[in-house]
């Protein structure tokens, strides 16, 4: 029912770094590349010595993952149709306290100021929407995100994209990179409302990077 790529606890993609890849920043055959030495590794491991391993390491702050979350809509709503667990989404007015442990996710949570309860929603897995995606049409994968999750009873605040092939592959390329709940969670209070009312405004379209990243596989 779900995407079946789900993360290490403690090595979740960060916002920051998704947009640096979907703008076409990071080189991909470069990236793929590490791919195999990744996977090389003892992840048992590293699940065991996570927070000793980050603290040693350098993290987006909340801030700058607030600020991509902000720049990522059209790969927010294709994140929240290919999540490996039901989504959470924000419910209004139930501020509780920042967990201190999210699975590792602290990137995404960890500004102290505490995070909007979340009601958990079923987004089943639709491979159409990836299927049109890895083909170049991202105007058609949007659609079928928005039927998506109008289905799983939330109504999107972006309606259509438009963007070239290269872009569209780059973000299919970039859901192959999970992220955690808090991410999810961040996407979620920008992208989604937790409850469908009647349109009242033509949702607008969005346009990020429609032109600037090479395709998946070509150096910059």
């Not at 195999?36 to 040693?56: G, H, T, V, Y």
């Not at 979350?69 to 920042?98: E, I, N, Q, S």
């Not at 569209?168 to 996407?187: I, K, N, Q, Y």
Request: charged share 25%; with cysteine; hydrophobic share 40%.
């Amino acid at each position: 029912d779900f995407f079946p790529l789900a993360p290490v606890p403690g090595a979740q993609a960060s916002l920051s770094d998704v947009l640096a890849f979907v703008s076409g920043q990071v080189n991909p055959v470069e990236l793929l590349a590490l791919a195999r030495p990744l996977m090389a590794l003892d992840w048992n491991a590293f699940i065991k010595r996570r927070r000793e391993i980050r603290s040693k390491l350098a993290f987006p702050s909340s801030r700058d993952e607030r600020e991509a979350a902000d720049a990522l809509g059209v790969y927010g709503l294709l994140r929240l149709c290919h999540h490996w667990k039901p989504v959470p989404v924000p419910a209004p007015d139930h501020t509780v306290p920042t967990s201190s442990d999210d699975g590792g996710d602290e990137s995404a949570t960890g500004d102290g100021r505490g995070f909007v309860s979340t009601i958990e929603h079923t987004v089943r897995l639709n491979p159409s929407i990836f299927s049109a995606l890895s083909h170049g049409d991202l105007g058609g994968a949007v659609r079928l995100c928005v039927r998506r999750l109008k289905a799983s009873g939330l109504r999107p605040h972006l309606g259509r994209a438009v963007g070239d092939r290269s872009f569209a592959l780059r973000l299919a390329a970039s859901l192959a990179f999970p992220v955690g709940d808090a991410t999810a969670r961040l996407l979620a209070e920008r992208i989604v409302r937790p409850n469908l009312r009647p349109e009242d405004a033509e949702p607008p379209v969005a346009a990020e990077f429609a032109t600037t990243a090479p395709e998946p596989g070509q150096p910059r």
